[in-house]
């Protein structure tokens, strides 16, 4: 080996293992409630609409709507969207609505499209019917705590602050597909994302959860601002940052499920979800290697087969391991990943969908073809 090939080796073996450590032991930077919510007082928890775009039946649909019938917060609205009425998720929200018949719902039923965007479209055709001042925007596929709109929103009261969005775990259908899928969001996503607020970074939106207020969004444009956006998440963060307003990362943990049960299904979400962050930024994405583990200590020990570079790659590896037995959250009753023996293939699946995703500018969202860049055009 030559010396630049053994220096080259020795630091992708440091780099690789230093940033395991680094996401094994970091946390977010999220924001706490110092007293109990429902002792504080009635002005700092204004009344909320929760926008919640549907789009046919997913496996968990009815258990996760559910969850938010069940929320301990004084006064809120469900607003459901759905383009379709034909659309069998209506008949799983009247089925919920039946047994909460108390509860303030509206489901809107709309068809136009204002753009490129098939979920923010939705979102407009919603937001006429949006009744309160603070909005929370959920994808349809999260099952929350009932203390969820209590903590989620409790950040808007403080006027410095644009959206709040929060963490996410994955929630698999338990087959190895999906389990995979769970392992992108919980051991490799996540940690990163708590890397980057560890050091300071705040651009985040995750469409998981976005909470701001309805002022805020009205100044921003509307959801038409972001309708040819395919990272809607993002820009709408994004939006109100340029605006000078924090965006801030709650401390409520949600989850998500993860349904893709093939290869191709699971490779198509994980390749559009690279090539989004590629998009918003190519920089950072070209150094997003390192985070691949076990593959890149593999070569690091290939070029530089010495015994510091092998205690290295362990620490390393060790540490990468250690993600599947941390919780997503602290203090938080959600179960660590586990499935600590598939760290090898999925860090390598990982780094051939990050290699993937650098040609392109088109990918696959909900049977439709969009551009990557910003902002998103549809294909014709």
């Known amino acids: 080996m030559t010396v630049l090939s053994t220096g080259a080796g020795y630091a992708l073996t440091l780099l690789a293992s230093l940033y395991a450590l680094i996401a094994l032991f970091c946390h977010a930077r999220t924001y706490h409630i110092d007293v109990p919510v429902r002792s504080g007082p009635a002005s700092c928890r204004l009344p909320i609409t929760v926008l919640k775009p549907l789009c046919g039946l997913e496996p968990r649909l009815e258990e996760n709507l559910t969850t938010l019938f069940e929320q301990n917060y004084p006064v809120y609205q469900l607003l459901f969207g759905v383009r379709d ?16 018949p108390a509860q303030d719902i509206r489901i809107v039923v709309d068809s136009r499209v204002h753009g490129s965007n098939f979920k923010v479209s939705n979102l407009i055709n919603m937001a006429h019917a949006a009744r309160y001042p603070w909005l929370v925007i959920a994808d349809s596929d999260i099952a929350v705590r009932p203390d969820y709109l209590a903590k989620v929103s409790a950040p808007l009261a403080d006027p410095a602050v644009g959206i709040v969005t929060c963490l996410y775990r994955g929630r698999s259908l338990d087959t190895f597909w999906t389990r995979l899928g769970v392992l992108f969001i919980d051991t490799w996503f996540i940690p990163s994302v708590r890397v980057a607020s560890a050091f300071g970074g705040s651009s985040f939106g995750f469409g998981a959860t976005i909470a701001l207020r309805a002022s805020t969004l009205t100044a921003l444009g509307g959801f038409q601002a972001i309708r040819n956006r395919l990272a809607d998440d993002f820009w709408l963060g994004e939006l109100t940052r340029n605006r000078g307003l924090a965006t801030v990362i709650s401390e409520v943990c949600v989850t998500t499920d993860v349904t893709e049960s093939d290869f191709p299904s699971m490779w198509s979400r994980e390749r559009r979800w690279m090539q989004t962050i590629r998009a918003i930024n190519p920089v950072g994405y ?95």
Request: a positive charge; proline letters at 10%; glycine letters at 4%.
């Open 85 to 100: 009425p034909e659309d069998a998720a209506i008949a799983v929200v009247k089925r919920v609505k039946a047994r909460y």
């Open 286 to 380: 070209s150094f997003t290697f390192v985070t691949f583990t076990f593959p890149v200590v593999a070569v690091g020990l290939y070029l530089a087969p010495t015994l510091w570079n092998w205690s290295c790659a362990l620490l390393g590896m060790a540490a990468r391991l250690g993600l599947h037995l941390r919780k997503p959250a602290p203090a938080s009753d959600l179960p660590a990943p586990g499935y600590a023996y598939y760290a090898p293939l999925r860090d390598c699946l990982l780094l051939l969908t990050w290699l993937s995703a650098f040609p392109g500018s088109t990918t696959q969202w909900r049977k439709q073809t969009v551009r990557i860049d910003d902002p998103a055009e549809p294909i014709t």
